[in-house]
């Protein structure tokens, strides 16, 4: 009996065993599977990286670039993107940035209409020009409402820089056929004829402007004209078109001061550098010139107006197949002076008047001789070389009857026919000055002192 009841506990014990065995070794195996990856189900899964940035990405979303194609312009050369234009300098003109730079972007080329911009503007300006801009194509393309004296123009901007690797096209080739100054007609007459066709780009009382670094092509009238400016830098600019392209001046200034043109390659049917009235304290140095009509100071006093230039500096230049090197034109019944300009360490290759003053210019055959005259005085030509077309004598001073030429300055000048040799003895009217040193071809023809008249004659009014 007593072992009877011991059987059946000891069955229980070992079944109740048994259970808690099985139930401890699944406990294990799922404790097991559950953090058989405890990190990843611990930590949050990183993002995938950004893809990367198109060309240029970074510098247009960098604050105070104003990318023309980010205001809708299209840049494939045939739709309008004026507005485009206008948006993106208003805003950047508004822009509290200290610079702001409107880029027009590379590989695009954009048809702006003839447009003023305008300041002042809140931080200094920065065109960027790494594509292309152009206006319309010829007269036939070009709004009847639109100004056609003038394409782009930037008005009362202080603080700009116009630069980049782009192009300015002018597109001026339908313009030259059309009448400008008086021009040839038929069996030699000559027609008067307005010009009659845009500046590509012009400022106009503007200050401390900078245009560096760009190419312009084939301006209808003049490629850059700045009126009423100052501090104005121009550097390693390239401006090309045809030789026989009318009144294509390269760079124009009017009534601007403190202007420094260096380094620049200029090839157009006009003068490569103009000086107006109203201009002082103007540097050239460096210029490659040619074809051309070379550099001028002038033409001043037309209209029997006064004009006043001083402080002209034109050095370490090359002159090349121009129709003048060095140039001072003006009309006669003006009134006012030129004075205190230096031509100096200059190369001239077949250019027909090296070294030329003119105070009988003239665009017909109606011009007389007036009693008033812009004067010329304090003219220093020196270190100048080269080679001349022998159609014209290689230096012509033809002043004013009435107001000489006074003070006239020539060192180191050899200048030999680029062709045969004959040499053309240089040429002089009622002109006064002193040879420094031996010239070549020699010098004769300038008078001693400085005559009663010109001491009479009141240049102060400049």
Wanted: aromatic share 8%; net charge neutral; proline share 7%.
């Amino acid at each position: 009996m007593k072992h009877s009841h011991i059987l059946p506990l000891a069955s229980c014990i070992f079944f109740l065993t048994l259970v808690i065995l099985v139930q401890a070794r699944h406990h294990s195996h799922h404790a097991k599977h559950k953090h058989s990856h405890p990190h990843k189900s611990s930590k949050t899964p990183k993002p995938a990286p950004p893809p990367s940035p198109p060309h240029n990405q970074n510098y247009n979303n960098a604050s105070g670039i104003f990318d023309l194609r980010k205001f809708g312009a299209i840049g494939d050369g045939e739709t309008d993107d004026t507005e485009s234009f206008k948006m993106a300098w208003d805003s950047a003109c508004q822009s509290e940035s200290a610079v702001n730079v409107i880029l027009v972007p590379q590989g695009f080329s954009f048809l702006v209409q003839s447009t003023i911009f305008t300041g002042p503007c809140q931080g200094v300006l920065e065109l960027k020009v790494d594509g292309t801009l152009m206006p319309p194509d010829g007269p036939e393309s070009w709004p009847k409402n639109n100004s056609r004296h003038q394409w782009l123009v930037f008005y009362r901007i202080n603080g700009m820089s116009l630069e980049g690797s782009g192009l300015i096209d002018g597109r001026g080739e339908k313009w030259w056929d059309l009448p400008c100054k008086p021009h040839k007609g038929p069996h030699g007459t000559t027609l008067p004829g307005p010009c009659d066709s845009p500046i590509a780009i012009r400022f106009f009382m503007s200050s401390n402007l900078t245009v560096q670094g760009l190419r312009i092509k084939n301006s209808p009238q003049f490629h850059f004209r700045f009126d009423g400016c100052k501090n104005v830098h121009i550097e390693s600019i390239y401006i090309t078109a045809p030789k026989l392209s009318p009144n294509t001046d390269g760079i124009h200034i009017e009534n601007t001061n403190d202007v420094k043109i260096y380094n620049s390659v200029i090839s157009n049917g006009d003068d490569c550098v103009s000086i107006g009235s109203g201009c002082n304290d103007v540097d050239i140095k460096n210029i490659t010139c040619g074809p051309g009509h070379g550099i001028s100071i002038g033409s001043l006093g037309n209209h029997n107006s006064r004009a006043c230039v001083s402080n002209i500096m034109v050095r370490d230049s090359f002159i090349k197949v121009t129709d003048n090197g060095v140039r001072i034109k003006t009309w006669q019944g003006g009134s006012g002076s030129v004075s205190g300009v230096t031509f100096s360490n200059i190369h001239m290759v077949s250019v027909r008047n090296p070294i030329i003053i003119d105070q009988f210019y003239c665009l017909t055959k109606e011009c007389t001789n007036k009693s008033s005259a812009v004067s010329v005085s304090n003219i220093i030509y020196t270190n100048i070389k080269g080679t001349y077309d022998i159609r014209s004598p290689p230096m012509r001073f033809a002043c004013s009857d009435s107001v000489p030429c006074t003070n006239l300055t020539l060192s180191d000048i050899e200048l030999l026919p680029s062709q045969g040799d004959i040499v053309h003895d240089p040429f002089c009217w009622n002109a006064y000055g002193d040879l420094e040193t031996l010239t070549i071809p020699p010098v004769s023809c300038l008078l001693e002192s400085t005559p009663q008249l010109v001491l009479d004659y009141d240049i102060t009014r400049c």
